[in-house]
């Protein structure tokens, strides 16, 4: 018969453990430890890693009927903190979980305390390594690979989690590499290039505004027309406007901010 986890489940063992923990006096490793890894796997320095013993912190920790067990539950945890800090830090997703696997098949033979800590201490320098590798390249072939993206799906919605999975990086690292090296954030960038493509197809089409702003999957007219004066500097009242060869000639489509290739 296949068993199933309940809120009254949760709730019972919450009890048992407040009441078990509160005899032992048992306090958890303290915070600041665990920060001050995951600061240095975010800024990818490898070779300053420090995390107290084990032996040091039983006074902090306690002593549990399984103490193993406990500190294994912690020495879990901190690896899986570990692996989201790297990941977010631009660490691609399989690279980082490939090194959390592994630890943790270490951590399944690990018999002593000694050995869950280098465990911990490990982890920490192998992910902030994988993010010092990162940093230290140049990102100019990544925002090449986004734009290209972009590019080839102007006239779809284009969302910044799509554009991450194609260049297979954190969304957060993309998004940050990207303002860092172009001065402009990836949605700004995607509007920018939606409003030239709308400049060229108000000039050389028949399309109504209503059916450029469907097919440069704009929200709505009204939308796309806000737009536009904010990256044109002026409204338009009718498509005769983008067809006057002053108008449109060389950066005068422009006027508010050139928009790049």
Same mark, same amino acid.
């Given at each position: 018969?296949?068993?199933?986890?309940?809120?009254?489940?949760?709730?019972?063992?919450?009890?048992?453990?407040?009441?078990?923990?509160?005899?032992?006096?048992?306090?958890?490793?303290?915070?600041?430890?665990?920060?001050?890894?995951?600061?240095?796997?975010?800024?990818?320095?490898?070779?300053?890693?420090?995390?107290?013993?084990?032996?040091?912190?039983?006074?902090?920790?306690?002593?549990?009927?399984?103490?193993?067990?406990?500190?294994?539950?912690?020495?879990?945890?901190?690896?899986?903190?570990?692996?989201?800090?790297?990941?977010?830090?631009?660490?691609?997703?399989?690279?980082?979980?490939?090194?959390?696997?592994? $630890?943790?098949?270490?951590?399944?033979?690990?018999?002593?305390?000694?050995? $869950?800590?280098?465990?911990?201490?490990?982890?920490?320098?192998?992910?902030?390594? $994988?993010?010092?590798?990162?940093?230290?390249?140049?990102?100019?072939?990544?925002?090449?690979?986004?734009?290209?993206?972009?590019?080839?799906?102007?006239?779809?919605?284009?969302?910044?989690?799509?554009?991450?999975?194609?260049?297979?990086?954190?969304?957060?690292?993309?998004?940050?590499?990207?303002?860092?090296?172009?001065?402009?954030?990836?949605?700004?960038?995607?509007?920018?290039?939606?409003?030239?493509?709308?400049?060229?197809?108000?000039?050389?089409?028949?399309?109504?505004?209503?059916?450029?702003?469907?097919?440069?999957?704009?929200?709505?007219?009204?939308?796309?027309?806000?737009?536009?004066?904010?990256?044109?500097?002026?409204?338009?009242?009718?498509?005769?406007?983008?067809?006057?060869?002053?108008?449109?000639?060389?950066?005068?489509?422009?006027?508010?901010?050139?928009?790049?290739?």
């Amino acid at each position: 018969m296949e068993k199933h986890v309940s809120q009254k489940e949760i709730e019972k063992i919450l009890t048992t453990n407040k009441l078990r923990n509160s005899e032992n006096d048992l306090q958890r490793i303290p915070y600041e430890h665990v920060l001050r890894l995951l600061n240095k796997i975010r800024h990818g320095v490898y070779q300053e890693i420090y995390f107290p013993e084990f032996t040091e912190l039983k006074d902090h920790a306690g002593v549990s009927a399984s103490e193993k067990k406990l500190w294994e539950y912690y020495t879990v945890s901190a690896v899986t903190l570990f692996v989201f800090t790297a990941v977010d830090s631009g660490v691609s997703s399989d690279r980082a979980f490939d090194l959390s696997d592994a $630890m943790l098949a270490r951590l399944e033979k690990a018999d002593t305390l000694h050995e $869950m800590h280098e465990i911990i201490i490990l982890s920490a320098s192998l992910f902030a390594y $994988m993010v010092h590798q990162g940093s230290v390249k140049d990102n100019s072939y990544l925002i090449k690979q986004a734009k290209n993206y972009i590019n080839s799906n102007i006239y779809s919605k284009i969302y910044l989690d799509d554009i991450a999975a194609h260049v297979k990086v954190h969304p957060s690292y993309l998004s940050r590499c990207f303002s860092k090296q172009e001065n402009m954030t990836i949605s700004n960038y995607i509007m920018q290039k939606k409003m030239k493509a709308a400049c060229g197809l108000l000039k050389h089409s028949d399309l109504s505004i209503a059916e450029i702003s469907q097919y440069l999957s704009i929200s709505s007219q009204s939308n796309f027309t806000t737009t536009f004066k904010k990256w044109t500097g002026r409204p338009f009242h009718h498509k005769i406007l983008a067809k006057n060869e002053q108008e449109t000639r060389g950066a005068q489509w422009f006027p508010a901010q050139r928009l790049s290739d």
